[in-house]
């Protein structure tokens, strides 16, 4: 790559959990995996929670591809999916209120909900150990308050997949549970093969969840949509809430309705664009 290379991005965020998004449909990129981390780098690139790349699709209308802060590739990001389809629509690729997406999780169809609003169809919670995929619990699932030793206490954890792994734990208090200490270790531990995104969370009443995420591969984050999702599967099948549930997060809310056991999660949430740039990729 030629020393004066010049990238052309824009920065996005859903409920706080931010991007940076390149066009890969009308730009010719260069290999993006080698430069994720760097572009997400908050204090040397760009500044993100993940790196999002617009492409065409053969299966559905666009093709997403996802990149954490540290540069490995992920299945899915939710809040990631509704940023990505305001960009779109931005950016004149699509007209349309409803669309099909690829993702390494299968297709998700995000739908316009007017002002800076979209509602994504998540899909089915998948319950098999094997498939999440983790070591605890066995057969078809569901793994609920499972028991599991973390930095020397054992904690109560429930696990669903919602298109990636993720790890529930019910505490108390979200602001005060030891997010920056438990998170990697649970992130890491060997029950869980790809590793998971964790989520500390607790019911308010009925209708309202707090939580906190730790993402795997990120760290902390300001929100993350499909770990909302699976909270609101777990809390719901665990009858700690109703079937439709507001999820505060640290950088705003997320309405999630689960119909039934065997519906697809609706999430409806907030997409915004902050700011588009440019950045030299030097001698990368």
Known sequence: MSAGRVLEFTKMHGAGNDFVVLDGIRN??????????????????IGA??????????SAEFRMEIYNADGSQVE??????????????????????????????GVVRPRW????????????????????????????????????????ERLRVSSVSMGNPHVV????????????????????????PNR?????????DRRRIRQRTWERGTGETLACGSGACAVAVVAILEGRVEREVVVELRGGELLIAWPSDDAPVIMTGPAEEVFTGRIALGGT
């Open 28 to 45: 010719e990129l260069p290999p993006i995996a080698p430069l994720a981390a760097r572009l997400c780098d908050r204090h040397f690139g």
């Open 49 to 58: 929670d993940q790196l999002l790349v617009a492409r065409p699709s053969s």
């Open 76 to 105: 899915m990001c939710a809040n990631g999916i509704r940023a990505f389809f305001k960009y779109l629509r931005d950016r004149g690729h699509t007209d349309r209120d409803e669309i099909g997406v690829e993702t390494l999780a």
């Open 113 to 152: 909900a007017g002002r800076n609003r979209v509602r994504v169809q998540m899909g089915r919670p998948i319950f098999e150990p094997a498939k999440i995929p983790t070591m605890l619990g066995s057969g078809s699932g569901p793994v609920l308050g499972v028991a599991i030793d973390v930095g020397g």
């Open 169 to 192: 734990v019910f505490v108390a208090d979200p602001d005060s549970a030891p997010v920056e200490r438990l998170g990697p270790l649970l992130e890491h531990h060997p029950a869980f």
């Open 196 to 204: 998971v995104n964790v989520e500390f969370a607790a019911a308010v």
